[in-house]
């Protein structure tokens, strides 16, 4: 008899006959003895729903009140799903994040999990019902609702199968688990087995849109192994777990193309100290985040000076422009060259501390394929270029070809 | 300076522009300086369609997960009301029952009011602050969310208005207040200044739809005298209170008319002890409400017997007439007659108890307007009597102009 928590999101139980599967999922573990506890995001469109009704009211609600607000649409699938458990017979019962002990900090709309008290759900599970928890949420020690933000129902599954240690965690989500690259690109991409979290943190942040950074950052922090798998199929997932040392013998995990991103160049920019920390501190403050920096050799030229090229979310490349504009007569740069059509691609393991000449092989391997390298941005288990955006496909696959395919 | 209690109906908050007119409708007695509590309902269709996914689910859905479900409901409008008051630059909080102090019973779906710890409201009241609280819901001592069945949201108005000792509440909703009659049926009916709980009470379970009894019954018990008004203009309402010496002057307060109802007739009914208790044993165990009964006088006939006639709801007739059916060789009546095309008309005041001859007047305005009496029932402030579905409306245009016009 095992413990497990399992993680359905929004597209799982996207409507009443989803539920009714996770149902009949949940049932069948149960079947086999273990220990149930499923944790369960808002219907899909749920909570854009909500959002949509808040802005028709104020542009910028309060964040204590939209917390009030988005803490329903989880609320009304535990409920739901609850229900659906009875209707295949099975004792179950529903915990709001308050009510299953979730206590966090009070900075709503993006909580932290403080602690967690996990009396309730293991006198229920040990009463023999399945308990169905509000992901995404909990409440402070005052009794205020909170919310946990983005991913926070991965979150909340991860912490509680901390919390009530566990035998496994599922993150049952509409993907069949992580891949060597997107198979929408990479068609003879292969799913991985078994990940490590530090290079699942990478992937994230690189754009493979399986999970937020936070939930591995926690499982990581905790040692939560936890399996990313589909709610629509019975396939195993892949395992996220501490790197092992079996791990270091595959150079590489995965690939990604993040095209998101958009290039900004400052050409001519004076080689003065202290340049460069004016135009990024001036970037922050206008909320603009930044991800790949680089500063070209300096020119020989008389002054002498350099060119500055960084990345930046599409999303942001006018609000950035519009910073950068504002600094010409500081910083004195010559020249803005902004560029959308750019992609980056990465690839990541933690094989590569140990095998030199990865990176030596990727820009091989672009060159042999006529893709350019316009910017090269390195940590220890990924490197990171920027290619052409219409050349980006190609040079994934050729990348993935190279270091992935079997 | 006055502390008021409000509360919105569904229809009142139906979407977000009628939100924000509760809202400004708020602020406005807020500058003048009184402390506003304002209990909100669920916003109008959200309860059926949250009540339509767990149907789809399963037929009778557990009821801990019902209220569960349903206290989403309110939880979603106490967060677009509190966002709508900051719109206007109110300072405004919203609570849900359980924060607002509410503790009830574990009777889930129709939970009773047990005690109400108004500290947290007082305090918000105290800081400056605007307090919405969502109505029909409450917390058990042991933390788990119900909700106090129809009308709760009314309920929980008047238990606040008693635990805070208000100084007014308000209850708005799409009507103007109680009418001498419905308008659309008597268009010289009058909207009433004042009327007695007792009235109140007569009237609603009359099927006057203004409010449910017992939230009326509740005032009464509390001595919470309230107002019923509109929320979509700024007519005074209807102020409902104790009795006063003064309101024995009116004869009669207001008539209705209940088309919902509908007779069933036994005929030949052996005259002898304990029939009619073998009758209305089997109906309320089917859980059918009987409201009127009357025996008609035996028949000259050997052995004696007698004509039993009484009315039901017409959504329980069918199942009446099986649970009659099934009698019929253990009571030995000789037929069974029922009658969809009744129209149940009612005359309601305090005045009557010390104003002899007020049912005659009514019996005589309905034989002068040749308008058959079928059954007839009368308590101390009520005198009901059972017509042709058909005259309805002319009886009680007759009765009003009677009674009732100046």
Do not use: W
Request: neutral net charge.
């Amino acid at each position: 008899m095992a413990l497990i928590v399992q993680k359905y999101g929004g597209t799982s139980v996207a409507n009443t006959e989803r539920i009714r599967h996770v149902a009949a999922r949940v049932a069948g573990y149960r079947q086999r003895g273990d220990q149930l506890v499923v944790v369960v995001s808002a219907m899909s469109g749920v909570t854009d729903s909500l959002i949509k009704l808040a802005k028709e009211i104020m542009p910028l609600p309060n964040e204590r009140e939209m917390d009030m607000l988005l803490a329903t649409g989880e609320q009304t699938t535990i409920a739901l799903t609850a229900m659906a458990m009875h209707a295949l017979g099975v004792p179950a019962i529903s915990l709001t994040g308050a009510q299953a002990g979730i206590t966090t900090d009070g900075v709503h709309t993006k909580a932290k999990i403080m602690n967690i008290t996990p009396k309730a759900v293991h006198e229920l599970l040990d009463g023999g019902s399945v308990v169905i928890v509000a992901g995404f949420q909990g409440q402070t020690p005052q009794g205020q609702i909170t919310t946990l933000g983005r991913g926070g129902s991965d979150l909340t599954a991860i912490a509680l199968a901390a919390a009530l240690k566990a035998d496994l965690c599922q993150i049952y989500t509409d993907v069949d688990g992580v891949y060597t690259a997107d198979p929408r690109l990479a068609p003879d991409a292969r799913k991985l087995a078994e990940i490590s979290y530090d290079e699942m943190l990478e992937l994230a942040s690189l754009g493979a849109k399986v999970m937020q950074s936070r939930s591995v950052e926690f499982a990581k922090k905790f040692g939560v192994v936890f399996e990313v798998r589909s709610s629509l199929n019975d396939n195993p997932g892949t395992i996220v777990k501490e790197e092992t040392k079996s791990m270091e013998g595959v150079v590489i995990r995965g690939v990604t193309l993040d095209r998101n991103q958009a290039k900004i160049t400052l050409i001519g920019v004076p080689d003065r100290p202290g340049m460069a920390a004016r135009v990024f501190k001036a970037l922050a403050d206008g909320a603009i985040n930044v991800d790949m920096i680089v500063q070209n050799i300096s020119h020989g030229t008389q002054p002498p000076a350099t060119d500055l090229s960084f990345t930046v979310d599409k999303a942001d490349l006018l609000k950035a422009r519009k910073v950068i504009d504002g600094l010409r007569s500081e910083v004195g740069f010559r020249d803005v060259l902004a560029d959308e059509k750019i992609g980056k691609l990465s690839i990541v393991g933690v094989g590569m501390r140990s095998q030199p000449g990865v990176a030596a092989k990727m820009f091989d391997t672009l060159a042999q394929n006529g893709i350019n390298i316009e910017m090269i941005s390195t940590s220890e288990i990924k490197i990171s270029v920027v290619v052409e955006l219409a050349k980006g496909e190609a040079a994934l696959r050729a990348i993935h070809a190279e270091f992935l395919s079997k």
